[in-house]
């Protein structure tokens, strides 16, 4: 059976364009009406009497997502497991901040980020995507292989994290990872090496 893998709905700090990282914030109404229109489709894919294994980062615009969904499946929330290694990246003294105030706190410092993210350390504890990669590789390992039973999964996630995740999945190189789509409105079936791409209609 496949891997459903979703990103939470639209949040206040991504219209702004902040950088949530391992902070919250609220679900907009156009975040919350994703994520029912997500759990619709979901709903068209998975028959009822299908086994759901139904894991959820545990930042609480995820949960909230994950709580939407589960009422589209006339499923139980309770059901929901929290597993903190699908958590987003944690952009340490960047959290909850700008690119435009990053910059302007923190001279310079995007530029080189972004020359090197596998490695460059964000000030304040921030993670790197090797230490990103550790983690997702860890979840994937542990995962993977129950993908292949009679359960269905479906994984609510972040958009870093999520690229990351469909990434290794393809065995991509991390700049062909970080141009992947990071939607909010549809989500990918990972399934027998592909990956595919489900969208209300």
């Given at each position: 059976?496949?891997?459903?893998?979703l990103r939470h709905g639209e949040t206040v700090d991504n219209v702004a364009g902040r950088f949530q990282g391992q902070n919250d914030s609220e679900l907009t109404e156009?975040?919350?009406?994703?994520?029912?229109?997500?759990?619709?489709?979901?709903?068209?894919?998975?028959?009822?009497?299908?086994?759901?294994?139904?894991?959820?980062?545990?930042?609480?615009?995820?949960?909230?997502?994950?709580?939407?969904?589960?009422?589209?499946?006339?499923?139980?929330?309770?059901?929901?497991?929290?597993?903190?290694?699908?958590?987003?990246?944690?952009?340490?003294?960047?959290?909850?901040?700008?690119?435009?105030?990053?910059?302007?706190?923190?001279?310079?410092?995007?530029?080189?980020?972004?020359?090197?993210?596998?490695?460059?350390?964000?000030?304040?504890?921030?993670?790197?995507?090797?230490?990103?990669?550790?983690?997702?590789?860890?979840?994937?390992?542990?995962?993977?292989?129950?993908?292949?039973?009679?359960?269905?999964?479906?994984?609510?996630?972040?958009?870093?994290?999520?690229?990351?995740?469909?990434?290794?999945?393809?065995?991509?190189?991390?700049?062909?990872?970080?141009?992947?789509?990071?939607?909010?409105?549809?989500?990918?079936?990972?399934?027998?090496?592909?990956?595919?791409?489900?969208?209300?209609?």
């Amino acid at each position: 059976m496949p891997l459903y893998l979703l990103r939470h709905g639209e949040t206040v700090d991504n219209v702004a364009g902040r950088f949530q990282g391992q902070n919250d914030s609220e679900l907009t109404e156009v975040g919350r009406q994703q994520a029912r229109d997500n759990g619709r489709v979901l709903n068209s894919l998975i028959a009822p009497a299908t086994d759901l294994k139904f894991v959820s980062s545990p930042l609480g615009r995820t949960q909230k997502t994950s709580r939407i969904i589960c009422t589209r499946l006339g499923r139980l929330f309770d059901s929901v497991e929290t597993d903190p290694r699908l958590m987003e990246m944690h952009y340490g003294a960047w959290q909850g901040m700008t690119e435009f105030e990053i910059e302007q706190e923190y001279p310079g410092q995007w530029e080189s980020w972004n020359r090197q993210p596998a490695t460059y350390p964000i000030p304040g504890g921030g993670e790197s995507y090797d230490q990103l990669f550790q983690r997702v590789d860890d979840w994937l390992e542990d995962t993977g292989v129950h993908w292949q039973g009679e359960a269905a999964w479906i994984a609510v996630s972040h958009g870093g994290i999520g690229s990351v995740i469909c990434g290794r999945y393809l065995g991509l190189p991390l700049a062909e990872m970080r141009q992947l789509a990071r939607p909010h409105d549809r989500f990918y079936e990972l399934h027998k090496g592909q990956i595919t791409t489900h969208a209300a209609s």
